[in-house]
């Protein structure tokens, strides 16, 4: 009975986690081959120019070894005096100095084109970055961004140096030696065609293996550089709620997980050497065991014997070389596959329409929305059919609790999205029309947490100026009230900030931001809540500079803070991506709606009324 239950069942399913899982790899590979074969052409004369040389050194193995057989037969077999030698020995010199030029060209040329690729990969992907925009790379960790630039790109490189010029010795080289070799020994030449399949067969059959540890150590290269950076930047809370002990414990477990997958790499790498030099001397065995049989029973002249002898390694030496090619070509898969999924992202930054466009008229700015959407690309929709218009050189005000789309509106606004439905409009022109660079030159923004970069404070303040006007840095500095602190600085307004200069706290980096918005004498501007970090002073004086950025120019401000509410003409008020009110802070108060709603909760958390 239980023989018939065994004989009756059936052979269970595959697991369709592991088939879905090795069906993404092959598509991740595939996309990855196909973004590297997508950079040839650019490269095509280094490359062409490397090939032209690696033949050229072929064409000079097979003289050379014709010249040593004739010169070592003339000296040994046929007795020829010294002086008669000396003309094959200065062919034999100019030979090797041929080889040695051909085979540096060939790799210089190699390098040429791995060094015309990745800086042209490397901008590409940079202008990759800016079309997917901040919004869709919101979702991907900064360090595997920074992995995929520098370590990614860069491990592009050995499969244009090394791959596509071994690529074609493999193939020209022996093609070549075997042209030259089946007129003279034809035994030795179907030799070399039996054995020579071996060496890539093997080598195809190791790296199976090898490919997939291959990219496992890239990929888990960009999570232990993504972990370290998310522990740099956050080392303060960290220490603050006693959890570096803990996140050391995970950098180190990330980096002895990315020791234990390069040494397996390796591993397969030097046993793929081993196999390849094995059979190529087995093979190379065999050849020279025929030859000298032959010449042993008188069936072949030594001069022949000799030159295809020692022909049987050049024969092997690109087949061999391949094996070292290979594993830079996984290896350039593996950097190649982050590169791939960052070109499979969806555009979803504003491109507009590029240099040439009409420029703005100046003066303040009319921003008008009809009946925008944004949806993200996993379906999540952030503005739902939103309409407003805002009068040129007014001031409005965005309300709504967090994650009602104040930052999405923002976005769009700054061209760092782009709708996916409905149009913007900015002084009746559809944003999408306009030159974006422009159109940002003429417009101020002062995130939450603003950035303070590796430069010194006057060109923080004065951000994309070569020569910052410094009287109007100190005054766009006394207008946020940030003046006395940075004059008190080591060096004033020379004290390199940010990444390993001086410290500022959060609220005076605010400060910076709003002096940034003060400088650029811009037409738009847009504050996310500017009082956020102050105190009661300071508040007090922020507002006082933001009345006097008001006049001639058009105001958008994200409000957190009812202080931030003093300045605002309107109100405009989001609820889940949508506009459910419009108004002055009066009118929408005693309506009693949502606005009413989020008033009563700042109250009632103590904030001061506007």
């Keep these: 009975m239980a023989s018939d239950t065994l004989l009756t069942t059936e052979a269970a399913p595959p697991d369709e986690t592991e088939m879905a899982g090795a069906q993404e790899a092959r598509q ?58 000396t003309g094959g020995l200065l062919a034999l010199a100019g030979l090797l100095v041929l080889r040695a030029v051909a085979a540096y060209g060939a790799e210089r040329f190699g390098f040429a084109a791995a060094m015309k690729v990745v ?49 074609s010795q ?19 030449a179907l030799a070399f065609l039996v054995t020579a399949p071996l060496i890539p067969l093997f080598m195809a059959l190791i790296g199976m293996g090898a490919e997939q540890r291959n990219q496992r150590q890239w990929r888990r290269l960009q999570r232990m550089s993504g972990h370290f950076l998310d522990a740099i930047q956050g080392i303060a809370t960290l220490k603050a709620f006693n959890a570096g002990p803990r996140m050391v414990g995970e950098v180190a477990e990330a980096a002895d997980g990315y020791r234990r997958d390069t040494m397996a790499v390796l591993r397969i790498a030097f046993l793929s050497s081993l196999t390849l030099e ?17 010449l042993m029973w008188g069936e072949m002249g030594y001069q022949h014997g000799l030159f295809v002898l020692l022909l049987a390694p050049e024969f092997y030496l690109p087949l061999r070389a ?35 466009a009409p420029p703005l008229p100046a003066g303040p700015v009319a921003i008008r929305f009809e009946d925008v959407r944004l949806d993200f690309a996993d379906g999540r929709r952030a503005l739902d059919g939103v309409s407003f218009t805002i009068p040129a050189g007014e001031t409005w005000a965005v309300v709504g609790a967090s994650g009602a789309g104040k930052s999405s509106l923002f976005a769009l606004l700054m061209g760092f999205a782009r709708p996916t439905g409905g149009r913007i409009l900015v002084n009746g022109a559809p944003l999408a029309a306009l030159d974006l660079a422009a159109f ?116 958008l401000v994200i409000a957190h803070r009812l202080a931030s509410l003093a300045h605002a003409d309107r109100i405009l008020v989001l609820e889940r991506g949508r506009v459910v009110e419009i108004g002055t802070e009066a009118a929408l108060r005693a309506a009693g709606g949502t606005f009413a709603a989020l008033v009563r909760s700042a109250l009632a958390e103590g904030e001061t009324p506007a």
Aim: hydrophobic share 50%; charged share 20%; no cysteine.
């Design 440 to 555: 940002r030159a003429g417009l101020a923004y002062v995130p939450q947490r603003p950035t303070l970069f590796a430069a010194d404070a006057a060109a923080n303040i004065a951000l994309g100026e070569a020569a910052p006007d410094a009287a109007r840095v100190v005054q766009a500095a006394r207008q946020a009230a940030i003046h006395a602190r940075l004059e008190a600085l080591p060096q004033g307004y020379a004290t390199p900030l940010g990444e390993g200069g001086h410290a500022l706290s959060g609220g005076e980096a605010h400060r910076v931001g709003l002096a940034r918005a003060f400088y650029r004498d811009a037409p738009l501007v847009l504050l996310d809540e500017p009082t956020a970090h102050l105190d009661a002073g300071t508040e007090a004086a922020v507002q006082q500079a933001i009345a006097g950025l008001k006049p001639g120019r058009t105001l």
């Design 119 to 167: 800086p042209a990969l490397r901008r590409a992907m940079l202008e990759r970055l800016d079309r997917i925009g901040p919004l869709g790379l919101s979702g991907t960790p900064s360090g595997e961004i920074v992995a995929a630039l520098a370590d990614g790109v860069r491990g592009t490189e050995p499969f244009f140096s090394r791959y596509i010029p071994a690529t």
């Design 278 to 294: 094995f059979f190529a001397t087995v093979s190379i065995a065999l050849v020279a065991l025929m030859i000298g049989l032959r």
């Design 28 to 85: 991740r590979k595939s996309r990855a081959a196909r973004l590297l074969a997508g950079w040839r052409p650019l490269a095509r004369r280094e490359l062409a120019a490397a090939m032209v040389a690696g033949a050229l050194g072929g064409a000079v193995i097979v003289a050379q070894a014709w010249v040593v057989a004739s010169i070592l037969d003339a000296a040994l077999f046929r007795g020829a005096p010294p002086e008669a030698l």
């Design 322 to 356: 391949m094996g070292t090619a290979y594993h830079a070509r996984m290896e350039s898969l593996g950097a190649a596959e982050r590169l791939a999924a960052l070109e499979d992202m969806p555009d979803m930054a504003e491109s507009g329409a590029g240099v040439g």
């Design 170 to 188: 493999a193939v020209v080289l022996p093609l070549g030696i075997l042209i030259v070799v089946a007129p003279l020994d034809w035994v030795s």
